[in-house]
């Protein structure tokens, strides 16, 4: 099953950090990739739509004096995520800005994106397509894509109710590209059975909330500390697509999150719109399932030297490996 050949030797744990709304800035993109994983950042968390080219030159910039500078470190290539809905009126800015600049991987979501499979192509970049259910897969596989991300259950922000053994599975069935596994992990030992499973690449997002290098308020880090998988809240309410929310934030903007009402989906919005639509992300706060697994902040190079560590004791356990 294939890692990209433009990631080969440039990996120390097969992981891309997910691209997360208001956490995923510079530090955190360019501190994972210096630990060796991808990092990644969705287009819009610049704003305005001019700081995107600020933020890929530097990204680009600092990546390229650390490679200089540590000859020999694994240092990862970086992501930008584009959100693929007609609510995003920045798409073919943003989409134009990763070409000039030559974005390594673009992840995309919601619609199937062939124009920009077509784009990023045209530059020799890759565009990995996160979906909830096979035939959401099997779009994303007519429109060329690279990689396909299996969000399956108990991911964090928007993700799907499959399990994780029934999906990568059916998807390896009709795609011989890569497969990335979303969905609850936060170890080493967990991207490992990622790849037991089938994906080739884990995907991981809420463990790096708790990072030092995450944009997010303290109180938001603390609350993931803090709590566990029953705190975690399943509804499409605040942005039109079901996702996962932490209980205590819900509550703290005055939402009874056992008694929530359904969406309107044909009032999507990312990033800006109603009042409702503004506490998405900046108040009712992420978080998938494994956070009963998460017990400390910790700076992003520590974490991932923590999770190689991890990976390679469960290799060495299972697998007799030296």
């Known amino acids: 099953m294939p890692i990209p050949a433009s990631f080969r030797d440039r990996l120390s744990l097969p992981v891309i950090g997910s691209p997360m709304f208001i956490a995923s800035t510079p530090d955190l993109v360019i501190a994972q990739c210096k630990a060796g994983i991808v990092g990644s950042f969705p287009a819009l968390n610049a704003r305005p739509a001019s700081q995107l080219d600020e933020w890929l030159v530097r990204i680009r910039e600092e990546l390229d004096a650390y490679a200089s500078a540590s000859p020999g470190a694994k240092v990862a290539p970086f992501a930008v995520n584009q959100i693929c809905h007609a609510s995003n009126d920045r798409l073919q800015h943003d989409v134009e800005a990763c070409v000039r600049h030559k974005v390594p991987l673009v992840i995309t979501s919601l619609r199937p994106p062939r ?5 990023v192509h045209s530059y020799g970049g890759l565009v990995f397509h996160d979906v909830i259910s096979v035939k959401h897969a099997r779009k994303a596989a007519e429109q ?4 396909i991300i299996a969000v399956c259950a108990g991911a964090g922000g928007h993700a799907g109710t499959t399990s994780p053994f029934a999906l990568v599975r059916e998807i390896r069935q009709f795609f011989d590209g890569t497969i990335i596994l979303s969905g609850a992990m936060s170890s080493g030992a967990d991207v490992f059975a990622a790849q037991a499973i089938g994906a080739d690449l884990a995907y991981i997002g ?11 308020l ?30 205590g934030s819900v509550v703290r903007t005055g939402f009874d999150p056992d008694n929530l009402p359904e969406a309107d989906k044909s009032k999507m919005n990312f990033g800006s719109g109603s009042d409702l639509k503004a506490k998405v992300w ?6 998938g399932q494994g956070v009963g697994n998460i017990h400390e902040v910790l ?21 007799g490996a030296a």
Request: hydrophobic share 35%; proline share 1%; aromatic share 10%.
């Open 115 to 119: 124009e920009v499979v077509e784009a």
């Open 144 to 147: 060329g894509v690279d990689g």
């Open 206 to 216: 809420t463990r790096f909330l708790a990072t030092t290098e995450a944009h997010v």
């Open 218 to 247: 303290d109180e938001y880090k603390q609350m993931i500390v803090e709590s566990g998988s029953d705190d975690v809240v399943y509804t499409n309410l605040f942005s039109g697509v079901k996702g996962n929310y932490l209980r």
């Open 282 to 287: 900046r108040d009712i706060w992420s978080a």
């Open 299 to 319: 700076p992003t190079a520590e974490l991932v030297a923590r999770m190689v560590r991890e990976y390679e004791d469960t290799r060495r356990r299972l697998c």
